[in-house]
């Protein structure tokens, strides 16, 4: 049986792993590489390392660090954070990426998950969509970290994108995220019922019963997270062990 | 021992380099047909579309090359569907080395169970028996992402459940294959890859 996924998500800056609060107020956490390797030893399903570094300095030292993650660890791994072109995806395929993460650059033109959907195959593309809950089944998508309201809606987008050749979306709750009360249950299961690729859940984890909930009442396929990892307030082993004893499939 | 990767224009082929260069193993990744050739073993991988990637094998002469090998041969994903008969992607004839259709999966109707494809993620293998495996590797979790399979037939070496009953795996003489990703499989995988490397 197909288990359910365990994502720790790693927020890059300059070669370091960061974790925001709310996207704001920065906190570094340690190396990128030596952290992965940890967390893919102690279970971990797969890893998401998003690049949130703007300089194009640092764009080059991220594709530098995505090859040494390649060479290192030896579970399947996205990398997201200011992809916007064919020739920034290639590059990051070409250092060892399973997978690229798009948000922002396919919100601002859609077709980009077509083109990188026909040049990579859709298991390759991950749509990531930032949304804050606007009223009743109303949500709205956002750009830049959450800073930026779009016209766009969470549930036709996500349709959008899976029809132009999303492989997969991560969906990330802004209204939930580090708040740690749980992940956006009622969308996610709204989501993962009107599309057939899979949906990575992400905002909102801060207890193990967070994880069982958002497989059995939001009907994910991965639960992605980053402080409760980083932080060692939630240990993997713990967790996979807890999601099996409640009748969860994971792979232990 | 000396490994060839076939290089191709898609996929993720640098992470199969990886995974040989954390066992310790040589290895290159080549086009060439003599350096193929004369290989000791040689390492098929992929994730792309079956038919544009026929169209690339045959116009750099590989598909009779890989046909014709005599040592051992592994396939990963693409690499094992190409090896079939025919692929329902892009409807194109393939390498024909196993006599297997590949077929796209149906999302079942209704679908309880909100089963998706791409089939992605860790499942289990079953019912292993080919020299790739050992019995300690019944049961455990490997890594899968593909829309299309295999059905079970005379050549399957490992079962996986999803949706149906589809081969993990496909054996024939020299031939080796896996539709999930031993290089990115963890400890597991490897372990799978230092079969193939010990055969």
Same mark, same amino acid.
């Given at each position: 049986?197909? #288990?359910?996924?365990?994502?720790?998500?790693?927020?890059?800056?300059?070669?370091?792993?960061?974790?925001?609060?709310?996207?704001?107020?920065?906190?570094?956490?340690?190396?990128?590489?030596?952290?992965?390797?940890?967390?893919?030893?102690?279970?971990?399903?797969?890893?998401?390392?998003?690049?949130?570094?703007?300089?194009?300095?640092?764009?080059?030292?991220?594709?530098?660090?995505?090859?040494?993650?390649?060479?290192?660890?030896?579970?399947?791994? &996205?990398?997201?954070?200011?992809? =916007?072109?064919?020739?920034?995806?290639?590059?990051?395929?070409?250092?060892?990426?399973?997978?690229? =993460?798009?948000?922002?650059?396919?919100?601002?033109?859609?077709?980009?998950?077509?083109?990188?959907?026909? *040049?990579?195959?859709?298991?390759?593309?991950?749509?990531?969509?930032?949304? !804050?809950?606007?009223?009743?089944?109303?949500?709205?998508? &956002?750009? *830049?970290?959450?800073?930026?309201? &779009?016209?766009?809606?969470?549930?036709?987008?996500?349709?959008?994108?899976?029809?132009?050749? #999303?492989?997969?979306?991560?969906?990330?709750?802004?209204?939930?995220?580090?708040?740690?009360?749980?992940?956006?249950?009622?969308?996610?299961?709204?989501?993962? =019922?009107?599309? =057939?690729?899979?949906?990575?859940?992400?905002?909102?984890?801060?207890?193990?019963?967070?994880?069982?909930?958002?497989?059995?009442?939001?009907?994910?396929?991965?639960?992605? #997270?980053?402080?409760?990892?980083?932080?060692?307030?939630?240990?993997?082993?713990?967790? !996979?062990?807890?999601?099996?004893?409640?009748?969860?499939?994971?792979?232990? | 021992?000396?490994?060839?990767?076939?290089?191709?224009?898609?996929?993720?082929?640098?992470?199969?380099?990886?995974?040989?260069?954390?066992?310790?193993?040589?290895?290159?990744?080549?086009?060439?047909?003599?350096?193929?050739?004369?290989?000791?073993?040689?390492?098929?991988?992929?994730?792309?579309?079956?038919?544009?990637?026929?169209?690339?094998?045959?116009?750099?002469?590989?598909?009779?090359?890989?046909?014709?090998?005599?040592?051992?041969?592994?396939?990963?994903?693409?690499?094992?569907?190409?090896?079939?008969?025919?692929?329902?992607?892009?409807?194109?004839?393939?390498?024909?080395?196993?006599?297997?259709?590949?077929?796209? +999966?149906?999302?079942?109707?209704?679908?309880?169970?909100?089963?998706?494809?791409?089939?992605?993620?860790?499942?289990?293998?079953?019912?292993?028996?080919?020299?790739? +495996?050992?019995?300690?590797?019944?049961?455990?979790?490997?890594?899968?992402?593909?829309?299309?399979?295999?059905?079970?037939?005379?050549?399957?070496?490992?079962?996986?459940?999803?949706?149906?009953? +589809?081969?993990?795996?496909?054996?024939?003489?020299?031939?080796?294959?896996?539709?999930?990703?031993?290089?990115?499989?963890?400890?597991?995988?490897?372990?799978?890859?230092?079969?193939?490397?010990?055969?």
């Amino acid at each position: 049986m197909l #288990a359910k996924r365990i994502i720790p998500c790693l927020d890059i800056k300059n070669g370091m792993t960061v974790k925001g609060i709310k996207f704001l107020g920065i906190k570094e956490v340690g190396d990128p590489v030596e952290l992965g390797a940890l967390y893919a030893q102690q279970g971990a399903d797969e890893l998401v390392f998003l690049d949130i570094t703007a300089t194009h300095e640092g764009r080059k030292t991220f594709v530098d660090l995505v090859k040494r993650i390649a060479q290192h660890i030896n579970i399947p791994f &996205t990398v997201g954070g200011g992809i =916007s072109e064919i020739k920034d995806a290639e590059a990051l395929l070409n250092a060892g990426a399973d997978k690229i =993460s798009i948000n922002s650059s396919a919100v601002k033109n859609p077709q980009l998950i077509n083109d990188m959907a026909r *040049n990579f195959g859709s298991q390759f593309v991950v749509v990531a969509i930032d949304a !804050k809950h606007f009223d009743g089944d109303e949500w709205i998508v &956002t750009v *830049n970290g959450g800073r930026i309201p &779009t016209d766009k809606r969470l549930f036709p987008w996500a349709k959008e994108a899976e029809e132009r050749g #999303a492989g997969e979306i991560l969906f990330t709750s802004m209204d939930h995220d580090g708040v740690k009360q749980g992940f956006a249950n009622e969308a996610l299961s709204k989501m993962s =019922s009107e599309l =057939s690729i899979p949906i990575i859940a992400s905002g909102g984890a801060g207890s193990m019963e967070h994880f069982k909930d958002v497989f059995t009442h939001g009907k994910a396929d991965a639960g992605l #997270a980053a402080s409760i990892f980083h932080y060692k307030e939630i240990a993997i082993p713990d967790l !996979k062990g807890y999601l099996k004893n409640e009748g969860i499939n994971v792979r232990l | 021992m000396k490994i060839a990767i076939i290089k191709y224009n898609a996929g993720n082929i640098r992470s199969v380099s990886f995974a040989l260069d954390r066992l310790g193993v040589e290895h290159s990744i080549t086009t060439n047909p003599e350096e193929i050739k004369n290989a000791d073993k040689v390492i098929f991988p992929g994730v792309g579309e079956a038919s544009s990637t026929m169209k690339y094998l045959k116009e750099n002469k590989l598909d009779q090359l890989i046909v014709n090998l005599k040592q051992p041969v592994l396939g990963i994903c693409l690499g094992m569907q190409l090896m079939c008969s025919h692929s329902e992607e892009g409807d194109v004839p393939c390498l024909g080395i196993f006599d297997e259709q590949v077929k796209k +999966f149906v999302v079942p109707k209704p679908n309880p169970e909100l089963i998706k494809v791409p089939h992605m993620g860790w499942n289990t293998i079953t019912e292993v028996n080919s020299k790739l +495996f050992d019995e300690t590797l019944e049961g455990e979790y490997v890594y899968f992402v593909h829309s299309y399979y295999v059905a079970r037939g005379e050549h399957t070496a490992a079962t996986t459940p999803y949706i149906l009953p +589809f081969s993990a795996a496909l054996h024939k003489d020299n031939f080796y294959a896996t539709q999930f990703h031993p290089e990115k499989s963890g400890d597991v995988g490897s372990r799978i890859l230092e079969n193939f490397i010990k055969l």
